[in-house]
């Protein structure tokens, strides 16, 4: 599902990703770890496009994302849902709208149902119509997660996906990727929160300083 | 409701200030189109009758015989530039004369005979009406038989060809420059919007929205900013034109008769709406995806 190749990314002339190469296959739940600013937002960056390697290879799917036409970058976009660690939600757009969106961008039918369904799984659905900014951390984060899930994507980044909430809303939302995945989706977490990991049987890819250091499955 | 039809409502109602400022600015830089555009037309109307008024006069030497005038009156008459032949004898000019010195009839005492010569006077279809072509029929007049001297207002013509071709020129020179000013407010509207926007947009690239879903809200904006710009400068228009004739014209008698061609609003409706899509096509281009 997502190829690393050698790869390498400069900001400026620091090198915050030192060759790194790894696979990552369809339907598997990987934890991305490390320090605070080891290079994990980068990782998953590279992944969606928003940022572009300087060196190496990255495949997603069907798409060589290294040699990507801009015009091509909103399909690749479309086959993943990323939860952001800054939430990334519209101010001026109610719950329902903010999940919406999702699936107006890839001009599906249905949305109703759709983005209702999505709010009902992270328990969000009386929440509807509230606006993002009355809403608690742990409540924004969900509607990000809805907004990743609605249109079913192949791959699911989330990125710090329990940074800022308290043990039990982290422990819920944790479940609920997992039950994500359980699905059929592959998930990618990039987390520095040893607690979310310290059990898992999951494969753990661990980047220090840029360098892939360590991959393991427990 | 789609998420076009509401970004659109949305971008109007949320950036209320910014659109009707920009909506004002258009509105007024049409207006100054649309009166200068119907002054000129008006213009047009009054100059199209001044080649009926122009006439060359043809001045006779003395001694022409009536045969040789009833040749020549013939030989004008057959010009394909000529639309009218009138003669005048010299007891007519005389009396033409008489009439227009009315007050000043002590001119003409102590002379014992009329010292002025017979002439022809001949109109010319509208066409002929310039400064170059009116010439060049004068010169032609004059190798005929018979003539003295041809007589032709020529700064009257030279006038009339100037002022028409002069106001086709400021016409054309207006309505490119408030094309591009509405070119540039729209512009600069949108890409204000564009920038108010620039997070929602930063965040509808992220889930994977193309350029063209992005910017379509932009350019319908622009249309609107341009077609609303085009209403507001008609409405003026009309209560200027309405001043004009029924107040100032009570006063100035010429503005009585202004003409207010019904044409120029649904013209101006297009026009304004053209130039907003174009306005907010340059700014959504040049702000790079």
């Known amino acids: ?218 | 409701m789609s998420y076009t039809f509401r970004s659109i409502i949305q971008g109007i109602y949320r950036e209320k200030w910014i659109n009707i400022l920009s909506v004002l600015a258009i509105g007024s830089s049409l207006l100054f189109l649309l009166i200068t555009a119907i002054l000129i037309y008006n213009f047009h109307i009054a100059t199209s009758r001044l080649p009926e008024l122009f006439s060359l006069v043809v001045y006779l030497k003395d001694n022409l015989s009536q045969e040789g005038i009833d040749s020549l009156v013939k030989n004008l008459k057959s010009r394909e530039d000529v639309i009218g032949v009138k003669y005048f004898s010299k007891s007519d000019a005389l009396a033409e004369f008489k009439n227009t010195v009315k007050g000043a009839a002590t001119v003409l005492e102590g002379l014992d005979e009329n010292p002025l010569s017979s002439y022809i006077e001949v109109k010319l279809k509208k066409d002929y009406v310039s400064a170059k072509s009116v010439e060049n029929i004068a010169t032609e007049i004059r190798k005929l038989e018979g003539i003295d001297e041809v007589y032709y207002g020529e700064r009257i013509a030279e006038t009339i060809y100037f002022l028409k071709k002069s106001s086709n020129a400021v016409s054309v020179f207006l309505f490119i420059i408030v094309s591009v000013v509405v070119i540039f407010i729209s512009y600069s509207t949108v890409k204000i919007l564009f920038y108010r926007k620039k997070e929602e947009i930063e965040i509808l690239r992220l889930l994977g929205a193309t350029n063209t879903f992005i910017r379509t809200p932009f350019i319908f904006e622009g249309a609107i900013l341009g077609i609303l710009g085009g209403v507001a400068a008609i409405f003026n228009t009309g209560i200027v034109y309405l001043l004009l004739k029924y107040k100032l014209g009570t006063i100035i008698s010429i503005f009585e008769k202004i003409v207010l061609p019904w044409q120029i609003i649904p013209l101006t409706v297009v026009i304004s709406f053209v130039l907003g899509v174009v306005g907010s096509l340059i700014a959504v281009g040049r702000i790079k995806g």
């Not at chain 1, 969106?101 to 709010?119: G, P, T």
């Not at chain 1, 924004?140 to 192949?154: C, D, L, Y």
């Open chain 1, 1 to 218: 599902m997502v190829i690393f190749k050698n790869v390498v990314k400069y900001y400026e002339n620091l090198k915050v990703l030192r060759d790194i190469s790894f696979q990552i296959n369809r339907g598997e739940l990987v934890y991305i770890t490390g320090p605070t600013g080891s290079g994990k937002t980068t990782l998953l960056k590279l992944i969606y496009l928003a940022e572009k390697p300087d060196q190496g290879e990255i495949i997603v799917g069907d798409f060589k994302v290294t040699n990507l036409k801009a015009s091509q970058i909103p399909y690749l976009r479309r086959k993943i849902g990323v939860i952001f660690q800054d939430f990334k939600l519209i101010q001026n757009m109610t719950v329902f709208d903010n999940v919406a969106i999702s699936l107006i961008i890839r001009k599906e039918k249905d949305i109703k149902n759709q983005v209702l369904e999505a709010l009902k799984k992270v328990h969000l659905r009386h929440k509807a119509d509230c606006y993002p900014k009355i809403l608690s951390g742990g409540e924004q984060q969900r509607v990000v997660i809805a907004r990743a899930i609605v249109s079913k994507p192949e791959l699911i980044l989330a990125d710090e996906p329990t940074a800022n909430l308290d043990p039990n809303t982290a422990t819920a939302i944790m479940q609920l990727i997992n039950e994500i995945n359980l699905q059929g989706t592959t998930v990618i977490i990039a987390t520095h929160y040893r607690e979310l990991f310290r059990n898992t049987w999951r494969r753990i890819i661990r980047i220090d300083e840029g360098n892939l250091i360590e991959k393991a499955a427990q």
